[in-house]
Every structure is written in C-alpha cells, then in structure tokens.
C-alpha cells in the first residue's frame, strides 16, 4: 500500500486531487476499484478511463481529465512501467543448481547461478554471476552467458553462442541453429556448413519461439538493448541494432544490416543482403525489398515511404471505380472523335 | 470391421446401395480400396472421387454421384469426425506420474493424472481430475489446469497461467510469456514489467509453437472453444473468442479485442488496441488496421471488404494497361484540343 | 593450413596468383587477413571484395578482379560448401546412450546412435544407424529414424512419424502435431481426429521451431532433398518436393500439392488444396490462392506473374498521379464538350 502522494514522489509526478489516497495496487481501467491506480497512456482508452471506477489515474501532461484524482507523469508509460515495477517485485529463482541438471564438468560458473532441473549445459561453456538457466534448457558447448543473463525453461543455445548481460531470453528460443544455406547443383541441394556464431551484445530481450541462426562464417549479432517479440526470424549473418525493437513474427534474411533504433512492426520482413539506415520504421505486413536511408518510415509490398504508400492505398481501394471511369472518359471521347470526324 | 449400415446407424447417415458392405477402415480417395470407406467433403476432390477405388464414399445429400455405395450425411465432415473417432479412438497416457518428473511438495493434483518424464510442475499449482503432463512440459508455479485438459510434450506454461477444462495444448507452445512492452526514453527501451496472467476458457486448443502472451496487467484471455493453430502470436491484453478459428501463423497484436466465432486465416494479422466484432472473416494474409463490426468478411492490406478487394485487385494486375489506356486518351485528347485550337 | 594451390586442387578450381600461399581459415570479406582466403559469390560484395584484406578470394568465373591471389571455381557457392567441410570437419556426437534418457523397452537401436541426456523414445520406435537424438528431444512411439538423421536438442515427434535418412531436424521442430481439422456445427468446433502421419523421405532438413502436421488420414510427405527454414508451417496432408526449398515463416494449406524443386521464399504462404507445379518460384510476401503450372513464377498477393506484378507495383506506388491525370482529362473533355455544345 502506497499513498497517491508518495507514489508522486517516487516516479517524479505531480498528483491531482488528494495526495492521501491509498493506494493498494495497479490494474487495468475496466477492472480497477476505488483504492487502485489505473492508466491512460493511449487516448484510444479515454471513455474507458473517464467510465473507469479506479480511486486515481495516471496519465500525462495536459490529459484534459478533471474531478479525478491524477497523477501526471511527463512520460506516463516510463512512469507506469516504475509502479509496476514497485507493486510486483520481480520474483526471482534462488541460487542453487538443480541435482537434476546435468553440467560438463569444465563449465566455469559465477556466484549466485540458478541452473533448473533437466537443463544441459556444454563443455567449456561459461555462466556469469547471477546467470538463471530455467528447466529444461540446453546450452551447447563453447557458449558465454553473461551476468544476470535469464534462460526462461525450455531455451536451446546451440555451441557457441554468446549471449552479454542482463539478456532476457524466454522459453522455446533457438539461438544458433544453422542458417539456411544450400549449394543447388543439377537439382540438389548440398548443405553449406554453418561455422559462424550468435552474438547477443547485453540488455537484448528475445521472445518466446524466436529463432536467431548463426553466420554462415563471423557473427550473426544483435545490438545491445535491442527487444525482440515472439516468433520473429532472424537470419544467418544478420547485423541488428542497437535498441533495435521487433514485433512479432518479423523476420530479417540472410546477411542483412538493420541500424540503430530500428523498429520492425509486426509480420514484417527484410530482404537479404540489404543495408537498412539508423531509425528506420518497417509498418507491420511490409516487405523491403531495396536499402534504405536513414530515418525511413515505411510500408507496403515492396516498401515504399509510407505516406506514398497511404496515398496509393486509398486509390487501390477505389480502383474499380477508377477503371470505370476512365472507360467513361474513352467513350465519351470517342463519341466526340466522331463527331467531329476525327480519324483515330 | 463396421457394416456400411451400422456405421449409417451410428451416425445418423443414409446409405445409398449395400448396407451389408464390410468396412474395415477409412483412407482418403486415392488410398482407399474396397473394403475401406472414403470420403467427398470438398466438391474439388469430384474427379479423384468418381475415380477411387473406396468401396464407399460418405458424401453430404444432392452429390449427384451415382452407381457406388454411398453414406449420405447432412453434415458430411461432421460426420467423418465421428466416424474416424469409431476407427480410431484416442489412445491416451495411462495415469500415473512419471519417477523422473519432478513436481513441488505442494502441486495439488487431482485423480488419473499422468505426468511424463522430465515434466517439472511449480508450486502451489493445481492439476484437475484427468489431465496429462506431457513429457518435458514445465508448468511454472501458482497455475491452474481444468479437469481432462492435456499437454502435449514440450509445453510450457509461465507462472500464473490458468488452463480451463478439455484444452489440448500442443508441444512447443509458450503460454504467459512476457508481453511485449518497453517504455522508450532517450533512445533506450525499459521493459515494462509483465504481471498478469493467460487464461484459457474450456475446450481451447492451441497448435505447436504457438505462443500466448501474459497481459501487462490483467488477463490475455482465449474463449472457450476456441481453436487455434500452429506458430500464431497472440499478444498481450488479447481477448479472443469465445469459438474462434485461428489458422496458421496469423498474429493478433496487444490489447485487441477480437469477438466470438471469429475466423483468422493463415497468415493474416490484427493490429494492436482494436475491436473486432462477432463472427468476422479474416482472409489469409490480410492485415486489419481498423474496428471491424459484426459479420465483417476482409481481405488485403489494408484489409477493406473482401468483394471490394476482389474488384479492386483485378484491376490491380491490369494497371499497366489502365494506365497505358490514360496516356492513350490523353494524347488523344490534346490533339483533339490542338484541331480545335484550344487554349491549354 | 593448406596452400592455396591445394585447395584448388581439392575442389577443381584454378589459381589465379600465388599458389603457394598459406591459408590457415576461411572469414567474411571484412574479417578476413592476410592468412585467410575469403570469398566473392554474390555481386552485391564486389566494393567490399576489392577492399578487403584476404590472402586470397574464392570467385567464379569472370569476376574481373585483378591484382589479387584467387580461387577460380565454375559454383564458386558449392566450392565455398567444399572449403567449410575441408577447413571445419563436422563435431559429432560419440555414440552412446545417456543414462538420463529414457528408451521404452522396445525401442529398436542400429549399431553407434547417440542419445543425448533427457530424451525421451516411446515403444516400438526404431533407430537406424548412426542416428542422433539430441538432448530433451521427445520421439514419440512407432516412429522410425533412418540411418545418420540427427535430431537437434528439444525436437519434438509425435507418435508414428517417419523419418528418413540423413535427415537434419533442428531444436524445436515440431514433426506430427495434430491438424488443424474441426468439423463446426452450430457454433461450436468439434474436433477431427488426425489420424495419419508425417513422413519426411531422405535428405531432408527442417528448421529450427518449424512446424509440420500430421494428415487427418495418410501421410503429409516431404519429399526427399527438401530443405526447410526455421518457423515454416507445413499443413495437414501436404506433399512437397522433392528438393523443394522453403524460407523462413513460410506456410502451406492443408492438403496442398507443391512440386519438386520448388522456391517458397520467406513469409510467403500456399493456399490449402492446391496444385503447384514443377520448378515453380513464389516470391517473398507472396500468398499464392490458384493452382501453378511446372516452371511459374509469382509474386504479390494475390500471387500474379512475376513480371507483371511488378509492372503492376510500378503503377501502384504512382496511383495518386495517375487519379489526378484522370480527373484532369475529365474536366478538360467537361470543358471541350461544353465549348462544342455537347450534350453530356
């Protein structure tokens, strides 16, 4: 239990209404009672947070919301992600390596590690200080976990895979799998042998069933800080970020470089061998298909800027209604033509 | 070995020439010989059916087939499901738990539960009557699994998650993974702490590698009797059903309310914070980046009403020759103005 | 280290330069030193293939560079595959069974099969020789491994699957999973069993979190030398290939019919029970909803000729300008029918 005026004071915000208002906990607009705290951070929700039974809301500068009590945050969604930080401390495995998990004897492990039952982990391979392994992990051999680096149950890091500090990397991920490489000579496909490696530099979350491959030869590397959504493709040889940030189901080919603070929406896609720029926007479902320059923002299939593409969407939908017309305007000049004896 | 008669008993069919027919077993058209029953369920298989070599087919009424053994059914799928589950009745886990899984002191478990090897349960986490831990499966502490409810191996259900009763979970499914939420602040992304929890209504299904995201807060919440396929993404704060279809791969972003018998075909998406009404059609590959009513049927990206994309589509493949048609006018046209002397 | 002269002579190629040079490894155009031969396959690299610090490049034939020691090979990419095995020899697991696996008592084993710690084999499965199952793989019972097929850590089959030989299944694939069947009758879905199979003949690989159904009668069959990505959905009773390549998060239907050597590029997807032919190509993004002759080539969605969609793209991206010179030529034939008294 927190009162709306310390809850201020501990983020940095400014309460409107009555800073004595106790608070026990945060939940959302629709189920929030008289002594929780709810939110509005997309004016999308504005009815629901006028309708909202929550005691206080936090919100941000000039919300236009008035007769509640408020806590305004200059950035409310930074703001909300320290309350809940401060509601529901992070619960985390006890040190200790299950009697159930099986290590190589040469594995060089920090202090404080947690290793679950059923995890695997390689030889030579090296866990930091404070590393968690959850159930049923398999690390290969060779492979470098980094300080507080988390394995979530059930995560399989082929050999050599170096993940930094403070990666979060959550359950059924795949680091390291042999990119998608194949000599076709008279109709079959011989394998190119996949020697590279992942690299995760540190801070990098990766979502749930998410596939990193290794380089061809060199690195596959994620750039530090960068956050990755479930089910997202990265291929073998890939350059990514920094802070980059991808959606769900994105999926980058082989040997592409993607800047600093990219962001990829969802079920987007990047070409292979491609040169992507610094805060580049990819709108969800787009496909790019050509390089693109620094601060681009775009859609479509292929990619275009997304304003053009806005523009010719709009037309696309009226196309039938085009088409007819211009059949009106070619009749009618027709009709003219021959009126005026016109020969075609 | 069924009589064609009994099995037109069973299943509320009627047969169409021998009841006294021997039928050992099921095959498809091209498989099936003359004393296994096949089936024409999808009016695209007439040729391969006129062609079988199936001692008889079970068809829907007015199949205009004539001069074989026919079961005619007036839901002919719904009645292959019920014949197949007559040749082949499910074959399920004995109960029992495994030596090798290994589950808290306080898991509370209900009768007949099977529990495979190297299953790992969490505390306080509660199994209902019947249900089936496959092998390799991890159930994080404080979840709830519904009477009868089975994981296939390799399923992992994070902390918290709730599992109604009669839900088939299959291998490699991720349930409560962390949402996908970072508050972004010069140029850094802060992870915004994931608390709540996935429920699952009775009777869900869920296909491999899907995942499921906890809610920021709250609940990601599937309805009952909702069935969904393989490696599909459902984001955080989603509410979903209840009887929804999801098919292959389709996503549906954070905080989309998506309403009762909805159908997403393969490949399609649903962007973050919409409404979605009841009983609406997704078409493969569409994205929809707005509320859609009730009874909504769309395609394309954007996705707009499925007839005005069909029609706006094939003039797309003809764009080229429209605009040809344009340049064609418009030279005309000047001319016509040039004979006629007109000012510009 | 080899001589580079060597080297040529191992895969056939041609020196051009210094053949007595030391090679000590292969790396990537910028990695690359003095002491290792690096290479040029793709066009794209020629500026970084010029400016690199390689002892050596491994090109084809007519690359133009000069002044520079090379490796002339007719495939310079299939000469790349030889040099990766030559430089590094693959690391194979030593033959044994972990005590921590658990084989039911039935389970058929060829002579040198590795079973890693945590693997679970179910009853009357069969390994051939050679075979591989790597750490916590589940393999359901009655399936069949054919000789030297290697099953990555974490790979899941479920009962009855059939693989060939020489086969590579990375961690998290998913072979056998039910399809994805319901018979729906007044709102509700009721389950189809599936009851078939998933056969995978020689050769073929599958990557990492892929997912490939069972058939709801017979076998969903991929044909031998396919090569699969990672994250691909294959759908209940497909049959692909053989030599088919599919890229990452690429999908087909149910009951589709691919043909052999055909091109699925990535996050492309096949509508359900179709006929695609022979040595077709589906571009990226592309969702193909119509049978394919032998040879087609197609991008867009829906899939078109490959030529004419991106003629067609072409106009898209220009649609604006185009309705404009529409509504242009309409006024001015509004105002040349006025001027001539046209009665409209």
């Known amino acids: 239990m927190f009162l709306l005026g310390e809850l201020a004071g501990r983020i940095g915000a400014e309460v409107q ?30 009815k629901a947070a006028e309708a909202s039974d929550a005691g206080a809301l936090l919100v941000g500068q000039g919300s236009g919301l008035s007769g509640r009590n ?22 985390t495995a006890p040190p200790g390596v299950s009697p159930d998990a099986r290590l190589a004897d040469d594995v060089e492990t920090g202090r404080d590690i947690h290793v679950g039952p059923f995890a695997v982990i390689g030889e030579r391979t090296k866990l930091g200080d404070g590393v968690i392994v959850g159930a049923g992990s398999v690390v290969g051999r060779d492979c470098e976990l980094g300080e507080k680096t988390e394995l979530k149950p059930r995560a399989v890091l082929y050999p050599g895979t170096r993940v930094g500090r403070r990666c979060l990397i959550h359950s059924g991920v795949v680091l390291g799998g042999d990119g998608y ?20 530099e540190d801070d990098v979350e990766i979502g749930a069933n998410t ?19 479930n089910l997202v493709m990265i ?22 470089r993607v800047g600093a603070r990219a962001t990829l929406a969802g079920q987007s896609g990047v070409a ?6 610094d805060d580049i926007i990819v709108a969800a479902k787009a496909a790019v298909f050509a390089d693109l320059p620094d601060g681009a923002f775009v859609s479509g299939i292929p990619a275009m800027d997304h304003r053009r593409w806005k523009r010719a969407q709009a037309v696309t939908a009226r196309l039938p209604e085009l088409r007819k017309e211009v059949r009106k305007l070619r009749a009618k000049l027709t009709e003219l033509e021959q009126r005026l004896g016109a020969e075609d």
Chains 1, 2, 3 share one sequence.
């Open 70 to 91: 408020l806590l305004i945050a200059a950035e409310p969604y930074l703001a909300l992600a320290e309350l809940l930080e401060l509601f529901h401390p992070a619960v």
């Open 272 to 277: 292979g061998h491609l040169d992507l720029g």
């Open 235 to 256: 291929a073998h040889g890939v350059r990514l970020g920094p802070a980059a940030l991808l959606a769900g189901q994105a999926g980058i080919a082989g040997s592409a």
């Open 211 to 229: 596939t990193v491959d290794r380089a061809m030869l060199g690195e596959t590397r994620i750039g530090r800080g960068s956050k990755i959504d």
């Open 17 to 46: 209404g009555d800073p004595g208002l106790r608070i026990e906990g945060l939940a959302t607009l629709g189920d929030a009672g008289p002594a929780q705290l709810s939110f509005l951070t997309n004016p999308r929700y504005r």
């Open 181 to 200: 490489g194949f000599a076709t000579t008279k109709g079959e496909h011989r394998k190119v042998p996949q020697v590279g490696r992942v690299v995760l």
